[in-house]
């Protein structure tokens, strides 16, 4: 009976993803998360997305050069019914101070941009070198899940990655650029991956987790600009990362920060994926795309009419999610491993449904408010270090 009901859900709602041949409970339990995935869809979509833009930060040079990657974004913004918004960092004289660096000029000029649209107005800023990879998806399922900012942990580097965010017109987030773009100010004398680096500390800031001075000591204590090198840049990543735990969605007297996932946001780096995407599940779009020839040639068959290369990019939600898992058994040290956790490869990859732990949610990291004593002590062992996923002891 559940089979069958699945089937004719399935066919009602034009999901063909796992095939009619799927009857054992593994795949049932997949293509239910699938269907639900999708009602929830559907509902979204017939909401007004007025008060929801796509927001790229580049100088009429950078849009020359990224020329196919921002008409694919166009596209989907037009399909969607989603603002575009391109700005080139010289609209608002409060970022002026920020002299030469296009990154945290970046974050301040969005926060001001913010204070021009309506209240909670969702904004999804994003780097040039994106390109919409499964455009008949919205970005409800992020919208919707109401977080005043909301980052992601990137795939295959240790850090929260700084180019893609999804930000709501609070005063929260608002504020929240604005002290990572004040960060220009207070970047230490080495490397630091100037925003990257950054956007660490400015999370465990805003959630106030204990071990902040520990991991800012490390981060302004660095000295070396050798990129032969990154080692001490690396220690201090792996301080915040010890820090924070696992990816969660944090809940604040003042405001909310959800940090997602690896392949959980609605975007991710293009090359981790092998260039594919599903229309049912997984990232929408491909970050890391700077090439535009493979936008025009790979990704799009007519990108002057918003025609996405269905037999290049698209696949099944089985076939993508296939590939993820497979990519992350392959490398434990950035995909909990196992079935027994919340966010573990084995339980959820497959699906995409590896969802940032709740706010109270365990294992968790102590908070502490300003002048309170702080009992972090970080742990340098090999085994922790190699897992930037947060907590390898604690999670399986």
């Given at each position: 009976m559940r ?176 002290r990572w ?130 037999t290049n ?84």
């Amino acid at each position: 009976m559940r089979a069958a009901c699945l089937l004719i859900a399935s066919a009602f709602l034009g999901l063909g993803a796992f095939g009619e041949d799927c009857l054992s409970e593994e795949c049932l339990a997949d293509h239910a998360v699938l269907l639900q995935r999708r009602v929830a869809a559907d509902k979204g979509a017939r909401q007004s997305h007025k008060t929801v833009g796509i927001v790229v930060l580049g100088d009429q040079h950078f849009q020359k050069v990224y020329a196919p990657q921002l008409r694919s974004m166009r596209c989907y913004a037009e399909k969607h019914g989603y603002d575009m918004h391109i700005l080139d960092g010289s609209e608002f004289d409060a970022c002026a101070h920020i002299k030469g660096d296009f990154f945290f000029r970046k974050h301040c000029t969005v926060s001001k941009f913010l204070e021009s649209k309506p209240l909670n107005y969702s904004a999804a800023v994003l780097d040039g070198d994106v390109v919409v990879a499964a455009p008949i998806r919205g970005l409800d399922k992020w919208v919707n899940h109401g977080a005043d900012i909301q980052l992601y942990n990137r795939c295959l580097v240790h850090e929260i990655a700084a180019g893609n965010y999804l930000v709501r017109n609070t005063p929260f987030a608002r504020d929240f650029l604005m002290r990572w773009a004040n960060y220009y100010h207070k970047q230490p004398k080495g490397w630091s991956s100037y925003d990257n680096g950054a956007i660490q500390l400015v999370v465990m800031e805003t959630v106030q987790v204990e071990g902040f001075k520990t991991c800012s000591d490390m981060y302004h204590g660095l000295t070396n600009w050798s990129v032969d090198d990154l080692n001490p840049y690396w220690d201090y990543i792996h301080c915040t990362k010890e820090a924070l735990g696992p990816a969660r969605a944090w809940k604040l007297n003042n405001g909310s920060l959800t940090l997602w996932p690896r392949f959980e946001f609605f975007v991710a780096d293009g090359i981790f994926l092998n260039s594919k995407a599903s229309e049912d599940v997984g990232p929408i779009m491909h970050h890391g795309i700077k090439d535009p020839d493979q936008v025009t040639d790979l990704y799009y068959q007519d990108l002057s009419q918003c025609q996405i290369s269905k037999t290049n990019i698209i696949r099944s939600a089985e076939e993508l999610g296939t590939a993820a898992l497979s990519m992350a058994q392959g490398y434990p040290e950035y995909f909990p491993e196992g079935h027994r956790c919340k966010q573990c490869a084995d339980h959820c990859m497959k699906t995409f449904s590896c969802e940032p732990l709740d706010d109270a949610e365990l294992p968790r990291p102590r908070q502490i408010a300003p002048g309170q004593p702080d009992s972090f002590v970080l742990l340098d062992l090999p085994s922790l270090r190699n897992h930037s996923w947060g907590w390898m002891s604690r999670q399986v």
